[in-house]
């Protein structure tokens, strides 16, 4: 007598296809990782007003383990954090997690500073000041692309689970 052997599916994938599921219900967490507090509270107030949830970090350190922590669903990173460490922080951000988007801020118009940011794998480069309809729009443009990119995802871990049962 044979035995039917069933296809696997690991711990991991299933943790990551429930905690897609749950990030479908609830709002996208937005991390926003700025030291100037004049902007980093006009951020986080457009977010909230849009019903966004956010957390607001004033370092790198400190953002990259609020990250580790929390795990957010987009990510706006001041290129000037911490003396100029931004785009790094971003680029620690895509390591940890290389589906997320990092939008990068700016108060500087510099081209060599943009192409950087984009080497860095930026979702968009924004730059300060900017107008509140603007910044919004690009936000919600990125967080419906993580949206159904996220849809993708769990109905392809979906397919696996039915295939492994």
């Known amino acids: 007598m ?5 296809p696997y599916l690991s711990t991991a994938a299933l943790s990551r296809l429930a905690q897609d599921v749950r990030a479908l219900d609830e709002p996208p ?14 951020i986080s107030e457009l977010l909230r007003h ?3 949830r956010v957390v607001a970090e004033d370092s790198a350190s400190m953002a990259l383990r609020t990250a580790e922590l929390r795990g957010p ?4 990173v001041s290129v000037m954090l911490s ?38 794998g930026a979702a ?6 900017f107008h509140p309809s603007e910044f919004m729009a690009r936000v919600e443009a990125i967080a419906a692309r993580r949206r159904t990119a996220l849809l993708l995802q769990s109905d392809r871990y979906a397919a696996d689970v039915r295939r492994a049962a």
Request: charged share 30%.
């Open 124 to 129: 968009d480069y924004i730059r300060k000041p």
């Open 29 to 42: 967490l937005i991390l926003v990782a700025e030291e100037d507090a004049e902007y980093a509270a006009i």
């Open 73 to 76: 669903d987009i990510a706006i």
């Open 83 to 120: 003396k100029g460490l931004g785009i790094e922080l971003g680029m620690k951000l895509q390591d940890r997690d290389p589906d997320l988007p990092v939008i990068f801020t700016t108060t500087h118009d510099r081209q060599p500073e943009l192409v950087a940011a984009f080497d860095a």
């Open 2 to 6: 044979t035995t039917t052997q069933r």
């Open 50 to 52: 849009a019903s966004f």
